[in-house]
């Protein structure tokens, strides 16, 4: 059976103090989610659901305010929004273990990256009149926005410390 650093040694009664190292003490199991996982992890589940809601509402006033035309233009605003947040979200979230100057290298190459994928999707959606573009800019918008809030509420929320002691 494979013991875990932070549990008690089997052959030392749980009443008993522990009289480990700090160090080996402060070790999480291997697999045991850190704080800043949590965060991202839950920030990104959040910005899921509200772009989930935002797609509904968005294809429903689309729909109203345009027309088939409309519920296009909804659904594209939406897709850019799940891809630029996600996306900002999923990269950080999986880069919070490196180095700091590693973790900014990647988002910001990750988001010019994005940058440069939404400038030729619009290029490219600009020759086509099968959408509203006013719904498609309303709700990439609010799409935007939106996860910026959450992101935000979710990065002041979390408890992660600034230091570690022992």
Known sequence: MTEHPTSVPADQ???????RSAEARAEAPAGAPD?????????LRQVLV???????????VG??????????GAVLGVAVAV?????TVWSMWRSSGMPPATLVSLVAFSWLGKMLVLFVAVAVLRQFDFYSAPVFGWVAIAGAVG????????????????????
Do not use: C, H, K
């Open 35 to 43: 704080a800043a996982t949590e965060m991202f992890r839950g920030a």
């Open 13 to 19: 009664p749980a009443d008993q103090p522990d009289d």
């Open 63 to 72: 729909a109203l305010v345009a027309g088939g035309p409309g519920v296009w």
């Open 50 to 60: 509200f772009l989930a809601l935002l797609a509904v509402v968005s294809v429903v």
């Open 83 to 87: 891809v630029f947040s996600g996306t």
């Open 147 to 166: 996860s910026a809030v959450i992101d935000l509420l979710a990065v002041r929320r979390a408890r992660i410390p600034y230091v570690q002691t022992d």
